[in-house]
């Protein structure tokens, strides 16, 4: 049984077919999804997505590209939001200097408010984090520094030394369907070293599909064909990726296992 760490199941591509998306999902083995946030608009509807079903969970947060747009949404908002009790994570949230969509300095600030919900949920962080590894890096060491917190770094694509360094603050790895892309032959050279404790699997749907989806829209059950990849990767077996992958889901979303 797989887990999708992270998908966008409200995105167009996706809502419009949702229950059959989901019913997909479900008959390739995938168990569970984490249905994600990045704008507070859509919060209510991610939620009542959750709702549909056991294995659907929601989170709440702010991607950093909307972070221009919602300069009001601090830490006390992510806070009672958190408290549905579908929601099981803060995020995402992060820095993107790829598509500089928002202010860098907004974008961290924003970044620190979800971190401190997080401390005050105890729900762990989604990170997000593209052409920016320094600046985030920085940015979660200062404020484990300032109390513990826990998280992942989704959609995994930045350095073996960015790893590391997540690594050691206690983060979680989320590898997507980009591991299995031809060009990705450094990420894939990381994801094969990965500690198996420390490793999640995700699609990022509707973006993203792995070989052999490429090309079509990324869905929850597509999570099925990363795991091979990575599994063989890994010389694992996919059962194997699966039990541990789905085992380290649930000791970070605990919440889901309450």
């Known amino acids: 049984m797989f887990v999708d760490s992270h998908c966008h199941l409200n995105y167009d591509g996706l809502v419009e ?30 939620i009542a997505t959750a709702e549909k079903g056991d294995d659907i969970w929601a989170s709440v947060g702010i991607h950093p590209h909307e972070a221009d747009a919602h300069p009001d949404i601090d830490t006390a908002k992510l806070v009672a939001k958190a408290d549905h009790p579908r929601v099981v994570a803060i995020g995402e949230t992060g820095l993107d200097y790829y598509y500089e969509h928002s202010d860098r300095e907004q974008q961290k600030s924003s970044f620190r408010s979800h971190i401190a919900a ?22 979660l060491a200062d404020e484990m520094g300032k109390g513990a917190y826990r998280g992942v770094i989704h959609c995994f694509t930045a350095s073996q030394e960015f790893a590391d360094i997540a690594l050691d603050l206690g983060f979680y790895i989320s590898i997507s369907g980009i591991v299995t892309f031809k060009n990705a032959k450094d990420l894939q050279a990381t994801a094969a070293k990965l500690p198996a404790e420390r490793l999640l699997i995700e699609t990022d749907s509707p973006f993203l599909a792995p070989v052999p989806n490429r090309g079509k829209t990324c869905e929850p059950a597509f999570v099925a064909d990363t795991a091979a990849f990575l599994a063989d ?26």
């Open 17 to 46: 077919r949702q229950d059959e998306v989901i019913e997909a999902a479900r008959a390739r083995g995938v168990s569970t999804m984490l249905n994600i946030s990045t704008r507070e608009g859509e919060w209510d509807a991610i």
């Open 118 to 139: 997080c401390r005050e949920t105890d729900l762990p962080l989604i990170v997000h984090t593209r052409d920016a590894d320094a600046d985030t890096a920085e940015i």
């Open 233 to 258: 990767l890994r010389g694992e077996s996919v059962e194997e990726l699966a039990a541990y992958t789905t085992h380290n889901f649930h000791t970070l979303f605990d919440k889901t296992a309450a």
